[in-house]
T-cell receptor
Framework: NAGVTQTPKFQVLKTGQSMTLQCAQD?????MYWYRQDPGMGLRLIYY???????DKGEVPNGYNVSRLNKREFSLRLESAAPSQTSVYFC?????????FGPGTRLTVT | RKEVEQDPGPFNVPEGATVAFNCTYS??????FFWYRQDCRKEPKLLMS???SGNEDGRFTAQLNRASQYISLLIRDSKLSDSATYLC???????????FGIGTKLQVIP
């Protein structure tokens, strides 16, 4: 099992560009999450999906959209990137109370 | 007041030392508590769950004090490989109610 995979690992965008971060899990988990991690801020929830077909906003959803394509895949889209979105983005899935994280995407917006 | 507060450290300790971290949480309705470990530039991984009765796993002991709303992590006989950031995680009701502390950085010195 690969667990949770994320692509790309690194990305540099110019302000105003758009991109989609991909996430997939092969553990058959129902719930999936997108977080961003910034120095001194901890992990903050952007969006989550409790099950296939549902998505909900987390703590910091502005500037982002998500799609739960199927049970395996949960993507995060930045429509018009801003320097404030420079961060490390983690996708996670959850079984019972344990969250399993992907390796992260390091995004820089210039 | 932050929902979950941790001393960011760093805690610099010699090999073989015992070190303890505390974490406080503000929501008395919180249901589940965890410690995650995050290595530099890696994803967080579950270290252990925390129960009121205490939870021990080898050199690691976690404790929950609901009355005072804090959880603790004790590491005995520190190893160089214990160097990492330790994240306190508190879960409430609902899929989105997972709150991460900013993490405490531990550096074990030879």
């Amino acid at each position: 099992n690969a667990g949770v995979t994320q692509t790309p690992k690194f990305q540099v965008l110019k302000t105003g560009q758009s991109m989609t971060l991909q996430c997939a899990q092969d553990m058959n988990h129902n719930s999936m999450y997108w977080y961003r991690q910034d120095p001194g801020m901890g992990l903050r929830l952007i969006y989550y999906s409790a099950s296939e077909g549902t998505t909900d906003k987390g703590e910091v959803p502005n500037g982002y959209n998500v799609s739960r394509l199927n049970k395996r895949e949960f993507s995060l889209r930045l429509e018009s990137a801003a320097p404030s979105q420079t961060s490390v983005y983690f996708c996670a899935s959850m079984l019972d109370y344990e969250q399993y994280f992907g390796p992260g995407t390091r995004l820089t917006v210039t | 007041r932050k929902e979950v507060e941790q001393d960011p450290g760093p805690f610099n300790v010699p090999e073989g030392a015992t070190v303890a971290f505390n974490c406080t949480y503000s929501n008395s309705a919180s249901q589940s508590f965890f410690w995650y470990r995050q290595d530099c530039r890696k994803e967080p991984k579950l270290l252990m769950s925390v129960y009121s009765s205490g939870n021990e796993d080898g050199r690691f002991t976690a404790q929950l004090n609901r009355a005072s709303q804090y959880i603790s992590l004790l590491i005995r006989d520190s190893k160089l490989s214990d160097s990492a950031t330790y994240l306190c995680v508190v879960k409430g009701r609902g899929y989105q109610k997972v709150t991460f502390g900013i993490g405490t950085k531990l550096q074990v010195i030879p």
